[in-house]
Nanobody, 117 residues
Framework: QVQLVESGGGLVQPGGSLRLSCAASGFTFDTYAMNWYRQAPGKEREKVAGLSSTLRTNYADSVKGRFTISRDNAKDTVSLQMNSLKPEDTAVYYC???????????WGQGTQVTVSA
């Protein structure tokens, strides 16, 4: 069955870095766009970064220049390198896979990122 398993979350001080990873299985990974979303307490889930099957990237304005999304199609993984973290980056981060043509969408269980002194 389809699985997306995130890892790498945790507690980090402002200005620090974290690298999130998402291991995918159960679908043809390289045909899917891979995305990272986040949801902070009391807020709606928002898209943070996306990486299409053709390797086009997009980022939320709030993370441009600080976050970098990448994928390894040989290992069926997608990563999110997060630098210069701010307290407002605190959220549960979710990995998402979406097929651009058929619209199939899958979600991971989420990983908590807390940025605090």
């Amino acid at each position: 069955q389809v699985q997306l398993v995130e890892s790498g979350g945790g507690l980090v001080q402002p200005g620090g870095s974290l690298r999130l990873s998402c291991a995918a299985s159960g679908f043809t990974f390289d045909t899917y766009a891979m995305n990272w979303y986040r949801q902070a307490p009391g807020k709606e889930r928002e898209k943070v970064a996306g990486l299409s099957s053709t390797l086009r990237t997009n980022y939320a304005d709030s993370v441009k220049g600080r976050f970098t999304i990448s994928r390894d199609n040989a290992k069926d993984t997608v990563s999110l390198q997060m630098n210069s973290l701010k307290p407002e980056d605190t959220a549960v981060y979710y990995c998402n896979a979406r097929h651009a043509l058929f619209g199939n969408s899958y979600w991971g269980q989420g990983t908590q990122v807390t940025v605090s002194a």
